[in-house]
T-cell receptor
């Protein structure tokens, strides 16, 4: 158990809908990273927040957005969902702004029908 | 741009030694990490190399050659439970504060 929690574990929704994925980092960690993992794909970095501020952006679609709240939990919002958005979404956390060691949550499996 | 290349699949038998290679292309390289992910599970950190040479952690070792933009993960005395995907990931100035992952290598260990 990494200490990172993610909810929900599974999410099934329809195309065009909007969903929110939630992540709570390890106690004391200020950095939160979001990743998308599609079938047979690696971990695609989406976005990073550090102490409430956006610090790095990867291949995140304009339909996706995220934020980190004062209690350091983070939410990833996915809107106008398409079939291709079906994937595992991982959240990771670290204590430092830039860390080679990140602690991953169990992931949220999103299925878009 | 930046890229990481690693083999998609590797197979081996219990007790054997296997090497998973990773070549990278980026600017302002800081270091190379390795992560393990069992099917459907969360990736977990294995090792990190910032300097040239070999880092050993139990049955697992990781090597880096900065001049060759190359690293590898060496797994010894393979066990069935080592069957998993292994990802290399770079930290670099180009990547900023993010880690950029390769597509992963699926290791299958048979008895």
């Amino acid at each position: 158990d990494s200490g990172v929690t993610q909810t929900p574990k599974h999410l099934i929704t329809a195309t065009g809908q909007r969903v929110t994925l939630r992540c709570s980092p390890r106690s004391g960690d200020l950095s939160v990273y979001w990743y998308q993992q599609s079938l047979d794909q690696g971990l695609q970095f989406l976005i990073q927040y550090y102490n409430g501020e956006e610090r790095a952006k990867g291949n995140i679609l304009e339909r996706f957005s995220a934020q980190q709240f004062p209690d350091l939990h983070s939410e990833l919002n996915l809107s106008s969902l398409e079939l291709g958005d079906s994937a595992l979404y991982f959240c990771a956390s670290s204590a430092e702004l830039a860390s080679h060691e990140q602690f991953f949550g169990p992931g949220t499996r999103l299925t878009v029908l | 741009g930046q890229s990481l290349e690693q083999p998609s699949e590797v197979t081996a038998v219990e007790g054997a030694i296997v090497q998973i290679n990773c070549t990278y292309q980026t600017s302002g390289f800081y270091g190379l990490s390795w992560y393990q992910q069992h099917d459907g599970g969360a990736p977990t950190f294995l090792s990190y190399n910032a300097l040239d040479g070999l880092e050993e952690t139990g049955r697992f070792s990781s090597f880096l050659s900065r001049s060759d933009s190359y690293g590898y993960l060496l797994l010894q005395e393979l066990q069935m439970k080592d069957s998993a995907s292994y990802f290399c990931a770079v930290r670099s100035h180009q990547a900023g504060t993010a880690l950029i992952f390769g597509k992963g290598t699926t290791l299958s260990v048979s008895s």
